[in-house]
């Protein structure tokens, strides 16, 4: 018979054997996220001092692109350049995709497919930055006018950081595993790039289809701050052509024409009031018109005007309203100006892309890594979407795999943001403006922060 003494006595035996086994489970365990920190540590240090190492040798080569910049779907120079590297690093490299577009495929065992995207396309505007290192090229574009060309929004430094961050990472082989695909994007500024490397059947030729997509762009705060929020991130975006036609003629006998430079002129006022008179106050919508073009003496009267016009949007619903009162006033103008059905306005649409979405679990794990890189403060999450727009996610879109996430990446000095926010603007110069440049101690940096969230994105 178990007597109520001898019971107390083996449970305390038992309780006390319990507790040695639980402190060494307890070493054990801190003992081993001990190592991991360590090692993490030992890493984040590793990969800082590899972007530094390299950074005199980047920066030479995002000034070259720099002063070399190459429009959508014409950027040879800077495809062969990417191209030849990525090749000398061991990747498995494939050209040609959408004319331009490069891909290089490192695979390293078993892991996650994750796919690091930077658009090569450079801007129809003259650099008035006054760099030594400045553009002073022009291209001729598709319509055979000659323009004026500068990387305005960032995407030589993009190249830069898709260079180094490949390096980095086959050099990082080690503390990663899975397939890193490297994708140089044709194009990005008219909004066709990456649809056209999709089209271009890129996965049919063996880029493998990802379980991430990661990208970085320039933007004009300080260096050392990002901006990496989740959901929608960048707005939807239309761009499209109106022609608008009439009857030619002699400068001096206006009454004998039908004039499409006033019908153009009437209609870039007119567009303003969809925004103003039929979106909702509560909703976001831009309409801009970047340029118009007819005629070409003084004196002639042109048969034929075009209007370019960009449109941004976050919903579909506003989307249409946009389109639909677009079409509403270029027929109301033809039908004012008594020209026939067949001689109406024509719509060429030329790029759309819909909202840049952030998906919040990858996005919340690549700003927790990056607290390693940036102060935490500088990590902002919260801000708004911004109302540009971007391709990037139409890389992937509707594959119901892949989730992305697009940071924006502060490039400018922080002195002259500081002066810029001192003075009541802000920030001291805006992408697609001749002023643009990106400050040199964001390219190791940038590389810095693309390695690391890449590193984040292999972990099981």
């Known amino acids: 018979m178990v007597t109520l003494h001898k019971f107390q006595t083996e449970l305390k035996l038992v309780n006390k054997s319990k507790n040695k086994m639980t402190n060494k489970a307890l070493i054990f365990l801190a003992a081993t996220l001990l190592t991991v920190a360590t090692l993490q540590a030992q890493i984040t240090k590793q990969v800082h001092q590899m972007a530094y190492a390299d950074s005199l040798r980047m920066v030479e080569i995002y000034k070259d692109l ?51 995207r930077a658009d090569m396309d450079c801007n129809s505007v003259k650099e008035i930055t006054g760099l030594p290192y400045a553009s002073s090229k022009t291209m001729k574009k598709e319509d055979g006018t000659e323009v004026p060309v500068m990387h305005a929004c960032g995407h030589d430094a993009h190249v830069t950081w898709l260079l180094q961050v490949a390096k980095m990472m086959v050099a990082l082989k080690n503390y990663w595993k899975g397939t890193l695909v490297m994708l140089a994007q044709p194009a990005e500024e008219p909004l066709t790039g ?5 089209n271009g059947k890129m996965y049919e030729k063996g880029v493998p289809v990802p379980d991430y997509l990661f990208g970085m762009h320039t933007w004009p705060i300080a260096t050392g701050s990002i901006i990496n929020g989740t959901g929608e991130r960048a707005a939807g975006s239309d761009q499209l052509d109106v022609t608008f036609y009439g009857v030619g003629g002699h400068g001096s006998t206006p009454e004998v ?31 801009t018109v970047g340029a118009i073009q007819g005629g070409g003496d003084n004196n002639v009267i042109p048969a034929s005007v075009v209007i370019k016009l960009n449109l941004r949007w976050f919903t579909e619903k506003t989307r249409n309203i946009l389109l639909d009162g ?25 790029g759309n892309v819909f909202p840049q979405v952030n998906e919040t679990f990858v996005t919340t794990r690549v700003n927790k ?12 999450t919260n801000t708004l979407p911004i109302m540009g727009s971007e391709d990037f996610n139409h890389l992937v879109l509707g594959n119901g795999k892949t989730v992305c996430d697009y940071v924006i990446i502060g490039t400018a000095h922080p002195e002259a943001y500081a002066k810029a926010v001192s003075e009541g603007k802000r920030a001291p110069f805006f992408n697609h403006n001749g002023n643009y440049q990106v400050d040199l101690a964001a390219i190791p940096l940038g590389a810095e922060i693309g390695v690391t969230a890449l590193l984040e994105l292999f972990k099981k």
Not at 96 to 106: D, F, M, N, P, Q
Not at 281 to 286: G, I, L, M, R
Not at 369 to 380: D, K, M, R, S, W
């Open 66 to 116: 720099h002063q070399n910049p190459e429009l959508g779907f014409m950027e040879v120079r800077t495809s062969g350049i990417i191209a030849k590297e990525l090749k000398v690093l061991g990747y498995e490299v494939i050209t040609g995709i959408a004319k331009t577009g490069v891909v290089g495929i490192l695979k390293n065992g078993e892991g996650p497919i994750v796919m690091y």
């Open 194 to 198: 990456a649809k056209a490397m999709v």
């Open 257 to 287: 024409t039908k004039d499409p430079v006033v019908m153009a002129s009437n209609a870039v006022m007119q567009y303003q009031t969809i925004i103003s008179r039929n979106i909702a106050a509560q909703d976001v919508a831009v309409l």
């Open 326 to 350: 677009i079409k509403r006033i270029n027929e109301g103008i033809a039908v004012a100006n008594g020209l026939p059905k067949e001689s109406y306005p024509s719509i060429l649409m030329k």
């Open 369 to 380: 890594a990056l607290t390693g890189v940036i102060a935490q403060e500088n990590i902002f």
